[in-house]
């Protein structure tokens, strides 16, 4: 489809190992955005990238989390030691150009359990 | 900090009634998104406002932006149960180099 894809679209990880998901943006879009979803929960903020500029990484909790935008496509989002706290879904989000107000669409989402 | 705030945070409607979801936000923002989550589902796009005074429609859902008050409604009319999900705005923070931030979402329950 053309559609932002996601994943793993669960995924099961044991308490300090470390995680990578991937997102694949529609074609053309030069934002992407990561946000995380607790149970239950609004939408957090993690990461924003707009084409080459550097990125937004405002809303990363702590250093464990990065992320990466190769060749201005496909991002993977790095969780490294893992903590049950990190279980919720993580969002992926892309659109044309994220400073001119164009429609921003989301994936299905990447399913985190830590335990 | 960029606050952003809805209410109510739950309502519980009757088929056939209207009722407004308010989004109230501390910043200065042209622009602000309403998106729609079914229970498991990612979010939908339901409307992109981008100026003041700014209003859509769409079915049975109409937006309105007033960036002046800061303050975006998002209006239901004749409630039927298709329309029972999440309803989250976001502010539009990229004239500031940043991304949506959204509210908690009001959770929109209808029943005959």
New interface residues.
């Given amino acids: 489809g053309a559609g932002v894809s996601q994943s793993p679209s669960n995924k099961v990880t044991e308490k300090g190992k470390d995680v990578e998901l991937r997102c694949d943006p529609i074609s053309g879009h030069t934002a992407l955005y990561w946000y995380r979803q607790s149970l239950g929960q609004g939408l957090e903020f993690l990461i924003y990238f707009q084409g080459n500029s550097a990125p937004d990484k405002s809303g990363l909790p702590s250093d464990r989390f990065s992320a990466e935008r190769t060749g201005g496509s496909v991002s993977t989002l790095t969780i490294q030691r893992t903590q049950q706290e990190d279980s919720a879904v993580y969002l992926c989000a892309s659109s044309f150009d994220g400073r001119s107000g164009n429609t921003i669409y989301f994936g299905e989402g990447s399913w985190l359990t830590v335990v | 900090e960029l606050k952003v705030e809805q209410n109510p945070l739950f309502l519980s409607m009757q088929e056939g009634k209207n009722y407004t979801i308010y989004c109230n936000y501390s910043t200065t923002s042209d622009?602000l998104?309403w998106?729609r989550q079914d229970p498991g589902?990612?979010?939908?796009?339901l409307f992109?406002l981008?100026s003041n005074g700014a209003v859509k429609q769409e079915g049975r859902l109409m937006a309105s932006l007033d960036t002046k008050a800061r303050l975006s409604t998002l209006h239901i009319t004749a409630a039927v149960h298709d329309l029972s999900a999440t309803y989250?705005c976001?502010v539009?923070m990229?004239?500031a180099?940043?991304?949506?931030?959204?509210?908690?979402?009001t959770t929109l329950s209808v029943s005959s």
């Fill in positions: 622009r998104y998106y589902k990612s979010l939908e796009s992109v981008l989250f976001a539009d990229s004239q180099g940043t991304a949506l931030i959204f509210g908690k979402g």
